[in-house]
């Protein structure tokens, strides 16, 4: 009987000490969710927030600070089913969008070759180049002012990227340094000025206009056979692919090197400054630690809730214009393969061309995207030894 | 740029039409060859005007650097000073010395670290909890509460 009450009695202490820890724990909870909406009160993200709504083909209309409420409550789920129906509704609506151009390209196309192909028992020589010459001419016409609006769309979806880091940065910056990530701050700050300033500016006051002669070339060296200009083509394109290469291997080795050594620096400080803590102030230093520790730890989960949050806008701002221009870049490789047995090879050639041009645009722009995307996964993963 | 990109386009289209109107033979050569080199002139401006463009290696590098929020690190450390006045009256508590109230004196530095300037430690209200002497006590406080803070013992002041 002793022993039954005993097993009971140690039971029911058991439970009271475990209710008084999930007290505890629920205590704590609510101190920290006090503490987030404390700080998220008195942190400025209003230039975020009007960044993130004036981004175009939302999947919906959800604001910045519920993304980032979302996000520090644990309610925010990557549904991938829904990624991939906006990826391909995104990516079908571009092809319609694209489609008239195509199409008129190829109905040319197909015209130049049918009336080549009658040349022998109707046309003279001359006739005939003059219509291959219009023929062109008018493809060109069609291709370049598509070619003009999505060198321009690049041009300002990188202005846009730098408004981002720009915007971001600071905030990110302050929280880092109020979680107590001091060095790392002191690290980020010249490495976002430079991606911002420096290599910002090299993409486009170097790289695009480089993109920009290599389509004025490309035009060029298919409009008449008489002017042979691929070398310098091939010149351009490597200039461009060693500038981007160079770019990307100094700016992400510097980055993740510094990045990865002032976090983990700045990580052994705050453990240092808790143990000092706990071992100088005897009984109740690691009760003491514990109040401090919610404010920093409200910071880091701010800081990380908005790195994530800027990830989101910088895809949704990167992947539209990326989709229009894969898909058009993609069909006209289609149009350079239907056209090719029909009609003249310097059309194909210049589909193909164009083709390529594209791509190059495209390695800009995610060239771009993917050095914010380093810089902010590293400031977010920064910083937060508190954690 | 959109110039350069312009005169290009003019020149090509009229060397086409030239060598479209040309007839075959010795002449159509020559002139054929006139016009490449007129292209090539046309895709060399550039080059030629190289002197003019002064690219400011400076400014690429150090640009504007990120402003910080100064009114939420301020925010920040008044919380986080309040997290100390609190755990330094804990800590008094601990050693033996009840309702005590602490300020702390203190500024923020270039790198947003908190420097305590002085620590006003109150015990106006206070009550000694323990069989210990009042001024061994004193002494104890301000030991634990400069070794909390990691601060000099001189910036402890006691006001009775």
Redesign the interface.
């Known amino acids: 009987m002793k022993r039954k009450i005993c097993i009971v009695l140690i039971i029911a202490l058991c439970l009271t000490a475990s209710l008084g820890c999930t007290n505890y724990g629920f205590v704590k909870a609510d101190e920290l969710s006090d503490?987030i909406s404390?700080?998220l009160d008195?942190?400025?993200l209003s230039e975020l927030e009007d960044f993130f709504n004036n981004i175009e083909n939302k999947p919906n209309d959800a604001d910045f600070l519920s993304y980032v409420k979302n996000l520090l409550s644990g309610e925010y789920n990557v549904e991938f089913e829904s990624i991939f129906d906006y990826l391909f509704s995104a990516f079908f609506s571009d092809v319609k969008k694209s489609l008239p151009t195509l199409i008129s390209v190829l109905v040319i196309a197909i015209f130049c070759g049918i009336m080549q192909g009658l040349r022998s028992s109707f046309l003279s020589q001359?006739i005939d180049?003059?219509i291959l010459?219009v023929s062109l001419?008018s493809i060109i016409l069609l291709l370049t002012g598509e070619m003009i609006s999505m060198w321009q769309t690049t041009k300002n979806i990188i202005e846009n990227i730098a408004k981002l880091c720009?915007i971001m940065?600071?905030?990110i910056?302050?929280?880092m340094?109020?979680s107590g990530g001091?060095l790392s701050?002191?690290v980020y700050?010249?490495a976002?000025?430079?991606l911002?300033?420096?290599v910002i500016?090299?993409f486009l006051?170097i790289i695009l206009?480089l993109v920009?002669?290599i389509i004025?070339?490309s035009?060029?060296s298919n409009?008449?056979t008489?002017?042979k200009?691929n070398k310098?083509i091939d010149f351009t394109t490597g200039i461009i692919k060693w500038l981007i290469g160079l770019i990307i291997a100094v700016f992400g080795i510097f980055l993740s090197i510094q990045g990865i050594t002032s976090a983990t620096y700045d990580g052994i400080s705050i453990k240092a400054?808790k143990y000092?803590?706990s071992n100088?102030?005897p009984?109740?230093g690691g009760?003491?630690k514990d109040?401090?520790d919610l404010?920093i730890a409200g910071?880091v989960l701010i800081k990380n809730a908005i790195g994530v949050s800027s990830l989101i806008a910088l895809f949704y701002s990167v992947i539209s214009p990326v989709l229009y221009m894969a898909s058009f870049s993609l069909i006209l490789k289609f149009i350079s393969a239907l056209t090719e047995p029909i009609a003249d090879v310097r059309i194909s050639g210049f589909c193909t061309s164009m083709s390529k041009c594209i791509t190059y645009l495209i390695v800009t722009l995610l060239s771009v995207g993917f050095m914010l995307f380093i810089t902010i996964l590293l400031l977010t993963l920064s910083a937060n030894a508190v954690l | 740029?959109k110039k350069w990109?312009l005169s290009?386009?003019i020149v090509?289209?009229i060397?086409?039409?030239i060598?479209?109107i040309l007839p075959e033979g010795k002449l159509g050569k020559y002139i054929?060859s006139i016009?490449?080199l007129i292209?090539i002139l046309a895709?060399l401006q550039p080059l030629l005007n190289l002197k003019q463009i002064e690219?400011n290696f400076n400014?690429?590098?150090?640009?504007?650097?990120?402003?910080?929020?100064v009114?939420?690190?301020n925010?920040?450390s008044g919380?986080?000073i309040k997290?100390?006045e609190?755990?330094c009256n804990?800590?008094a508590e601990?050693v033996g010395l009840e309702y005590i109230e602490t300020v702390i004196e203190y500024s923020i530095n270039d790198?947003?670290?908190i420097v305590i300037k002085k620590v006003n430690l109150n015990l106006k209200d206070a009550v000694i909890i323990s069989d210990k002497e009042h001024i061994d006590i004193i002494e104890e406080v301000i030991d634990?509460v400069a070794?909390?803070l990691?601060v000099n013992k001189e910036i402890v002041v006691v006001y009775e």
């Open positions: 503490n404390d700080q008195n942190i400025d001359g180049n003059i010459f001419l720009d940065s600071p905030v910056l302050t929280l340094l109020a001091n701050a002191a700050k010249p976002v000025a430079f911002s300033n420096g500016n090299i006051s206009p920009g002669i004025a070339f035009v060029i409009f008449s008489s002017i200009i310098f400054a000092a803590i100088s102030v009984i109740i009760f003491l109040g401090f404010v910071s | 740029m990109i290009l386009g090509v289209i060397v086409a039409i060598s479209l054929k016009c490449s292209v895709v690219v400014t690429l590098i150090n640009g504007n650097d990120a402003t910080i929020q009114d939420f690190i925010y920040i919380a986080k997290e100390y609190k755990n804990l800590l601990n790198d947003a670290k634990a070794k909390y990691n």
